[in-house]
């Protein structure tokens, strides 16, 4: 079935530094692909999306590309602000049927970013 | 616009119970998905409704439930709650995406998540 990988935290970074969350995915046929992020004690929100290979989604200074080769959707941002701290969850959508669809989600990575 | 909204935002119920939630997309969105998020299993999905009708439904047991009515606000209900029905449930609205027309069907669909309700289980 379709699943997500991503990489364990927590990931533990000094302000300014680079950032990598690995993820990789494993589905039948072409998949979207999202990079969501949560707050403590809120809900998801929609980071980045990318919807066929090649395809960078690109947003407050993150980047994702997908990679259809590699099966992958790597996370990253050039300069990490403590702002930044959240959970990074990658997702995939895919269709089950008669129009519906679902998101599946890699079990999240948590970033901290000291000053 | 206003986002997706959920209520109550956190609730304690003891073992037995029944609940409900409730949940109201943006305003236009006519697919309400949820989700149930725990630390051991992260995030799951529990079923979409488009319509009215439940074109999806996740791996829970019939004890999970759900509705949507015509004006796309949808409802949750589980019933004989368990410990292990401590989560945070999470309802998301979306508009559907386009279709590529290039060759095999993608689907592009961007769900809007609302802050979700803490249901504690005693």
């Known amino acids: 079935g379709n699943s997500v990988t991503q990489m364990e935290g927590p990931v533990t970074l000094s302000e300014e530094a680079f950032l990598t969350i690995n993820c990789t995915y494993t589905?039948?046929?072409?998949?979207?692909l999202f990079w969501y992020v949560q707050y403590p004690g809120e809900g998801l929100q929609l980071l980045l999306k990318?919807?066929?290979?090649?395809d960078k989604g690109s947003n407050k200074g993150f980047e994702a590309t997908y990679r259809k080769e590699t099966t992958s959707f790597h996370l990253e941002k050039g300069s990490v602000q403590v702002s930044d701290s959240a959970v990074y969850f990658c997702?995939?959508?895919?269709?089950?049927?008669?129009?519906?669809?679902?998101?599946?989600f890699g079990k999240g990575t948590k970033l901290s970013v000291i000053p | 616009k206003a986002g997706v909204t959920q209520t109550p935002r956190y609730l304690i119920k003891t073992r037995g119970q029944q609940v409900t939630l409730s949940c109201s997309p943006i305003?236009?969105?006519?697919?309400v998905s949820w989700y149930q998020q725990t630390p051991g299993q992260g995030l799951q999905f529990l079923f979409e409704?488009?319509?009215?009708?439940?074109?999806n439904k996740g791996n829970f047991p019939g004890r999970f439930s759900g509705r949507q009515f015509s004006n796309s606000r949808s409802e949750m209900n589980v019933s004989t709650l368990e410990l292990g029905d401590s989560a945070l449930y999470l309802c998301?609205?979306?508009?559907?995406?386009?279709?590529?027309?290039?060759?095999?069907?993608?689907?592009?669909?961007?769900?809007?998540f609302g802050p979700g309700t803490r249901l504690t289980v005693t």
């Open positions: 997702a995939l959508i895919y269709g089950s049927g008669a129009g519906s669809y679902q998101l599946t």
């Open positions: 305003s236009g969105h006519r697919s």
């Open positions: 409704y488009f319509s009215e009708t439940q074109r």
């Open positions: 589905a039948t046929g072409y998949p979207s």
């Open positions: 990318a919807t066929k290979a090649d």
């Open positions: 998301a609205s979306s508009l559907p995406g386009t279709e590529s027309s290039w060759g095999p069907v993608v689907y592009s669909y961007e769900q809007y």
